[in-house]
């Protein structure tokens, strides 16, 4: 199933070096996107050759969060591998949870996009390996905005993609302007709508870790996101996540869509454009950054076979084998991981979205700042974040259905996050 050569380029830096053919099992918890699906279908040639088995467990994206992180936080030992992202590697890892990751020198540590390699890293020790990386920017029909006579421009005013959107939306004919994240969570509706608020100059919490989501910004970020989705979204948007979202757009039922940059591999519609995430005047934080990564729980008995299926499945081999299967092909291979990927001619032709998503993570700036005093984009990379999110995430979605108003919305919100931070000890 790979390309002849690869199989035994890749194999040649993880097990046949270490003895050959192994009976080990590993199970392996895996959000249910689209490049997580084709891993199964391609390391079918990695069990062929190494004799290591494995069981995939595919969880869409909030059940995995919880199980995993549920799993190993208390040491169960159910999964040998688990996806995590750029929240919880450099917690976790720092925490004990999860093992340090030292892979041979073939694997080229340093062909790393950046960004990624940071994100996933406590004082320099990687953690997890990026899968593929992204950030969000915006995917829309050309042949609607031409149509409608409108453009949408990179990092555009939340006014004029609101004008775009009223301008293409038409429901009488299943097309709706704009398509985003509803569903509850912090990984999310909150992943978009905290990007939305940092555009607006809005932030999770003060430099003492006091949460200010009753602000100003937060209420036009919000009262925004609302009027949006309500007026020119699909119906049920506070049930839409990616997968979702995905569906719709491939059958033709979106004019534009605002998310992960990864989601161009699996656009099936013909003539999407792509443009850099709109702001409202701070364009710092209104692309999130994010990769969802292998991570090996502390104290699993197959931590070295772990530790070799990951370096081949996070390797340049890997990326190879997408490419050359007959299923896959260029298009579909993992993205926004490793520099060396968009140097790939066959990727290059077949990847028009290529230069919009790597400008797109280039441009994320997860650093803490002065309107932020925390790392993370669309989220804040501290232990109680997920607890807050999760929280705030089920007012948002409320506010999105029309069971409550934004300003209740919001201050549900913050007395449920000021709750979460006292109990925690940032403040009395």
């Not at 540590?109 to 997890?128: F, K, T, V, W």
């Amino acid at each position: 199933m790979f390309r002849k050569g690869a199989l035994r380029a890749a194999t040649a830096i993880t097990l046949l070096a270490a003895g050959g053919v192994s009976a080990e099992t590993l199970t392996i918890a895996i959000v249910n996107n689209g490049h997580m699906i084709n891993m199964q279908k391609v390391a079918e040639a990695y069990t062929a050759e190494t004799g290591v088995e494995l069981n995939w467990v595919s969880l869409e994206e909030g059940v995995l969060r919880e199980q995993v992180t549920s799993d190993t936080a208390t040491g169960g030992g159910q999964y040998d591998i688990i996806n995590i992202g750029m929240q919880e590697a450099p917690i976790w890892g720092a925490a004990g949870w999860i093992e340090p990751l030292n892979f041979s020198e073939s694997y080229d540590l340093d062909d790393i996009l950046p960004a990624m390699r940071n994100g996933l890293s406590h004082e320099g020790q990687l953690y997890a390996a990026p899968f593929y990386g992204e950030s969000s920017m915006v995917m829309y029909r050309k042949d609607l905005t031409d149509a409608a006579g409108v453009s949408i421009a990179d990092n555009d005013s939340w006014d004029n993609v609101k004008a775009a959107a009223a301008a293409i939306h038409d429901p009488d004919n299943g097309v709706y302007g704009a398509c985003l994240r509803g569903k509850p969570g912090w990984g999310d509706n909150m992943a978009f709508i905290t990007t939305v608020v940092n555009s607006y100059g809005g932030a999770w919490f003060d430099a003492d870790y006091r949460p200010v989501l009753d602000s100003p910004e937060w209420n036009a970020a919000i009262n925004f996101y609302v009027d949006l989705l309500s007026n020119y979204g699909p119906p049920g948007s506070e049930g839409n996540s990616f997968n979702e979202i995905l569906a719709l757009y491939n059958e033709g039922k979106c004019g534009m869509w605002i998310d992960a940059t990864i989601a161009a591999s699996f656009l099936e519609v013909d003539g999407v454009a792509y443009a850099q995430s709109p702001n409202a005047g701070n364009p710092v934080g209104a692309n999130w950054l994010w990769a969802w990564a292998m991570a090996i729980p502390a104290g699993s008995p197959n931590a070295e076979a772990a530790s070799k299926f990951i370096e081949w499945a996070t390797s340049k081999d890997y990326v190879q084998a997408v490419g050359n299967h007959p299923d896959f092909g260029w298009g579909a291979v993992p993205t926004g991981q490793r520099a060396s990927t968009y140097a790939i001619p066959e990727f290059q032709a077949a990847a028009g979205f290529a230069a919009a998503e790597l400008a797109a993570i280039d441009s994320a700036a997860p650093e803490a700042t002065d309107l932020k005093p925390y790392v993370g984009v669309q989220f804040a990379a501290i232990p109680e974040f997920p607890e807050v999110g999760s929280a705030v995430a089920q007012e948002m979605a409320a506010a999105l259905s029309g069971a409550k108003s934004v300003e209740d919305a919001l201050a549900a919100s913050q007395k449920a996050a000021d709750s979460i931070m006292k109990e925690a000890g940032y403040y009395d």
